[in-house]
């Protein structure tokens, strides 16, 4: 894997792409403290962008399935760069509506993007290395959101807020010309399965759903990844949250930093437990951590209990999000790939402003601990009744076929 040239360019440019993500991202939250009081008010603008991205994505995933994917990649990085612009405008202005349309335009980029390179992964490397790959690739990505988070905090001292978004704009540009140097072969199906992969691609964005139904592992995975939505959703208002709650604003870097180092930690000790555990086992383990590391935030004004919440849920999220991204890569028919991440990416999309919206209502409610202890709870009582439920399924299954293994013949 590691002689593999795309390989190499790709986490280049996650890395370099995710220096000019985390800049803006950080560069956002500054804007929004500064022009908007409500935490209500800031999840409806930044749900303003995740609608968007939720209307393109069925288009998305037919366009990944028919098209050249790389190209599809340059397009979604041309347009998230010149999306950059319109917050340049916004700062200039002070004006909430340009980074509205900044967001939009982001988040629609996202949801071509994202997709795409889900489904151009096991185009680039071997089923057996995917787990690896997308391991390293996420903690490629956490190292960038550490060291941007980072350098971030240390510009917003001694520049002005635009030139986090000119550092973020050059991020971009250079993830664009890296992608021109992808090359790998998209055309590994036989005749008959392209006939009928085009066949499947001209008919409806539907017709990934039964090929989800049918495969009971993929289905399972997919409903289990809502429960770290639940942290994921409010993230950036709990650590505004847990900022102002401790009256500091360096608790936000520390958090940041703990909780992406025991996400590569979590990401670089999979490969080691997947060996050891099914996959099942890994994500009802790790779901349970996360309800937990929620329920911990109930003493968020504790600043070694906050950073050791967020650490505890990003080592969990980095042994989850690898396993999960593994099923669905190796399970789902590769001809389905474009359709299958899209709608992933709108179902995460759909949920993740469900819970942007909800976080922002229940802090200006009830506040930022009781929000977590419910969240907690939530989280911890949904896995209990999946665990209850497969095994179930599992001793149902067993049963049956030691049945079948003493019938006569």
């Known amino acids: 894997m590691w002689r593999n040239r795309n390989v190499w360019i790709l986490l280049s440019g996650e890395f370099i792409a995710g220096l000019g993500l985390w800049l803006g991202i950080i560069g956002n939250l500054e804007f929004m403290q500064a022009k908007l009081p409500s935490d209500f008010l800031k999840s409806l603008l930044l749900a303003g962008g995740l609608l968007a991205g939720i209307a393109v994505g069925p288009y998305a995933g037919r366009l990944t399935d028919q098209a050249s994917k790389k190209r599809v990649m340059l397009i979604a990085g041309f347009v998230r760069a010149i999306s950059v612009i319109f917050m340049l405008i916004a700062i200039h202005t002070g004006s909430i509506w340009w980074m509205a349309v900044f967001l939009v335009l982001l988040q629609i980029s996202a949801a071509f993007y994202f997709p795409t390179l889900q489904a151009a992964l096991p185009l680039i490397v071997a089923d057996k290395d995917l787990l690896q790959l997308n391991g390293v690739h996420m903690n490629v990505s956490t190292l960038s959101r550490i060291i941007g988070t980072a350098l971030a905090g240390v510009l917003l001292v001694v520049l002005p807020l635009s030139m986090l978004y000119v550092g973020s704009l050059v991020g971009y540009v250079a993830l664009f010309i890296l992608t021109w140097f992808l090359n790998f072969d998209e055309r590994q199906l036989d005749k008959t399965e392209k006939m009928k992969n085009k066949s499947s691609v001209n008919t409806s964005f539907k017709d990934v759903f039964p090929i989800i139904r049918n495969l009971p592992i993929v289905y399972m995975t997919l409903i289990m990844t809502l429960v770290p939505v639940l942290f994921l959703g409010g993230f950036n208002l709990l650590v505004i949250n847990i900022s102002e709650l401790q009256h500091s604003s360096a608790i936000k870097g520390w958090i940041y930093t703990a909780e992406g180092i025991s996400f590569m930690i979590g990401a670089f000790f999979i490969k080691l437990i997947s060996d050891r555990s099914s996959p099942y086992i890994i994500l009802f383990a790790c779901s349970f951590m996360i309800g937990c590391s929620q329920l911990l935030l109930y003493l968020a004004n504790v600043p070694v209990l906050s950073v050791l919440a967020f650490a505890l849920f990003g080592f969990s999220v980095g042994c989850f999000f690898p396993t999960a991204a593994t ?83």
């Open 327 to 409: 099923i669905f890569q190796t399970k789902v028919p590769k001809e389905y790939h474009g359709r299958f991440f899209s709608f992933r990416n709108m179902l995460d999309r759909i949920s993740f402003q469900t819970v942007l919206l909800i976080s922002g209502f229940l802090l200006d409610l009830i506040g930022l601990q009781l929000m977590c202890v419910l969240f907690g709870v939530l989280s911890i009582i949904t896995t209990t009744i999946f665990y209850v439920r497969h095994k179930r399924v599992s001793t149902g299954r067993t049963k049956e076929l030691t049945v079948k293994g003493h019938h006569p013949a």
